[in-house]
């Protein structure tokens, strides 16, 4: 099965700082998706991206499917934005494969 | 909210015991999968269900087992509980096989076993 890397696994920054979190995998998906898992555990659906760009608010994804990468770009971080990131990915109706996420900290 | 829902939030209970956890896809979502998250394993898949269906199974232990019902709500159910089942479990549902596969997570439920 496929092996997904996040890296970095951990990120303290200050608020208003810019961030870029990479999620690196082993073979080729069809399913990519990325999420923020808040400190009461909940699991939100940030981008479904296996190509391709894709922007909301402050944060934006993108995916290079011939390089089998995704990255994930926060802006103007908000202390909100703390927590662990998840990107995940999936051959076909499949099984999604987890990365061991980044825990991102943002001080205020 | 991912329109997945999942009860009960929260439960605790004493080693051998059993539970039940339930999971209610969005709707016009066929597909149901399971995941576990412990600490020491990460998010870990542990069976898909497609109407009805099991299409795919994990790392599940054999004391653990899954259905999905007519209605498409499906239920994990964990027997003769260990220490470290203790975790969360998360439902995920898909259109699976119409559109984008993406997976929506619902809440999760917290399991203690004490």
């Known amino acids: 099965g496929i092996q997904v890397e996040q890296s970095p696994p951990d990120l303290i920054l200050q608020e208003g700082a810019n961030s870029t979190l990479r999620c690196n995998f082993s073979d080729s998906v069809n399913n990519l998706q990325w999420f923020h898992q808040n400190p009461w555990g909940q699991l939100i659906n940030l981008f479904y991206?296996?190509?391709g760009t894709k922007q909301n608010g402050r944060l934006s994804a993108t995916t290079v499917a011939t390089e089998r990468y995704s990255l994930l770009y926060i802006s103007s971080s908000q202390t909100t934005d703390s927590g662990v990131y998840f990107c995940a990915g999936a051959q076909g109706a499949q099984k999604l494969v987890f990365g061991q996420g980044t825990r991102l900290t943002i001080n205020p | 909210d991912s329109g997945v829902t999942q009860t009960p939030k929260h439960l605790i209970t004493a080693t051998g015991q059993r539970v039940t956890l339930r999971c209610s896809p969005r709707s016009g979502d066929l597909s149901v999968y399971w995941y576990q998250q412990s600490l020491d394993q990460g998010l870990q898949f542990l069976i898909h269900?497609?109407?009805?269906?099991?299409?795919a199974k994990g790392n599940i232990l054999e004391r653990f087992s899954a259905q999905q019902f007519p209605d498409l709500h499906s239920e994990l159910n964990l027997s003769s509980l260990e220490l470290g089942d203790s975790a969360l479990y998360f439902c995920a549902s898909s259109v699976a096989g119409r559109g984008t596969n993406a997976q929506y997570f619902g809440p999760g439920t917290r399991l203690t076993v004490l």
């Open positions: 991206i296996p190509s």
């Open positions: 269900y497609y109407n009805g269906e099991e299409r």
